[in-house]
């Protein structure tokens, strides 16, 4: 079946403008996380959504990131007031979730975001 | 705090050798352990996990990796690198608690020469 997709594949954007970035999570995944992929960083994870529940959003790094998931299914993080630093490939995962903490993440493509 | 560390940055390894990529862990609790491997401009593509069970996991393109809970390391490995393995390794952990999220080491870079 088909994967996780994200898009754009790619955005430009000038400092202070806002972004959005959205994600389809392969159907039938409950849970769907939104991690940040700076250059020499690693993956910093940012938000989880799981089902129904509220999502947990201790990730985030600044007030100016919001993200929401609607109907269960695509989700879209935002950035407000974009800033240099913000630059990094973002990456959408989801998974089964069984809340065992054994599922699988499968990833998008990512979306390279590079703030000018 | 939970953590994963990928002690090297880079590991270059000759076709047709054995190559290693190293992971430690710390995590309170049963830990679950992943690999991933990134291609340049993609995102990551999973390659196999620890739960429970036998301490040698068998997952993708020949690569397997084994627990050793007394190191807290789980190690990543192939018996014959291919030049097609180069590319960014990541180890993960998730250690089942509420959140779910991974936490990710730096990654490692590996690099096959033929």
Same mark, same amino acid.
């Given at each position: 079946?088909?994967?996780?997709?994200?898009?754009?594949?790619?955005?430009?954007?000038?400092?202070?403008?806002?972004?959005?970035?959205?994600?389809?999570?392969?159907?039938?995944?409950?849970?769907?996380?939104?991690?940040?992929?700076?250059?020499?960083?690693?993956?910093?994870?940012?938000?989880?959504?799981?089902?129904?529940?509220?999502?947990?959003?201790?990730?985030?790094?600044?007030?100016?990131?919001?993200?929401?998931?609607?109907?269960?299914?695509?989700?879209?993080?935002?950035?407000?007031?974009?800033?240099?630093?913000?630059?990094?490939?973002?990456?959408?995962?989801?998974?089964?979730?069984?809340?065992?903490?054994?599922?699988?993440?499968?990833?998008?493509?990512?979306?390279?975001?590079?703030?000018? | 705090?939970?953590?994963?560390?990928?002690?090297?940055?880079?590991? #270059?390894?000759?076709?047709? #050798?054995?190559?290693?990529?190293?992971?430690?862990?710390?995590?309170? +609790? &049963?830990?679950?352990?992943?690999?991933?491997?990134?291609?340049?401009?993609?995102?990551?593509?999973?390659?196999?996990?620890?739960?429970? +069970?036998? &301490?040698?996991?068998?997952? *993708?393109?020949?690569?397997?990796?084994?627990? &050793?809970?007394?190191?807290? *390391?789980?190690?990543?490995?192939?018996? *014959?690198?291919?030049?097609?393995?180069?590319?960014?390794?990541?180890?993960?952990?998730?250690? +089942?608690?509420?959140?779910? &999220?991974?936490?990710?080491?730096?990654?490692?870079?590996? *690099?096959?020469?033929?």
């Amino acid at each position: 079946g088909a994967g996780v997709s994200q898009s754009p594949s790619n955005k430009v954007t000038e400092k202070g403008k806002d972004v959005e970035l959205r994600c389809d999570p392969i159907s039938g995944h409950t849970a769907l996380y939104w991690y940040r992929q700076s250059l020499g960083q690693g993956l910093e994870f940012l938000i989880y959504f799981q089902g129904n529940s509220a999502p947990d959003k201790s990730g985030l790094p600044s007030d100016r990131f919001s993200a929401e998931r609607t109907g269960g299914s695509v989700s879209t993080l935002t950035i407000q007031r974009t800033q240099q630093e913000d630059s990094a490939v973002y990456l959408c995962a989801s998974s089964l979730q069984t809340g065992t903490g054994s599922e699988t993440q499968y990833f998008g493509p990512g979306t390279r975001l590079l703030v000018l | 705090a939970q953590s994963v560390a990928q002690p090297e940055d880079q590991v #270059n390894v000759a076709e047709g #050798n054995p190559l290693t990529v190293k992971c430690t862990y710390s995590v309170s +609790g &049963n830990p679950y352990l992943f690999w991933y491997v990134q291609y340049p401009n993609r995102g990551l593509q999973f390659l196999l996990k620890y739960i429970t +069970g036998d &301490n040698l996991v068998k997952g *993708s393109y020949g690569f397997e990796a084994e627990f &050793n809970k007394s190191q807290t *390391s789980f190690h990543l490995k192939k018996p *014959s690198a291919l030049v097609s393995d180069s590319a960014l390794y990541f180890c993960a952990v998730d250690y +089942g608690g509420s959140q779910g &999220n991974l936490i990710f080491g730096k990654g490692t870079k590996l *690099s096959v020469k033929p």
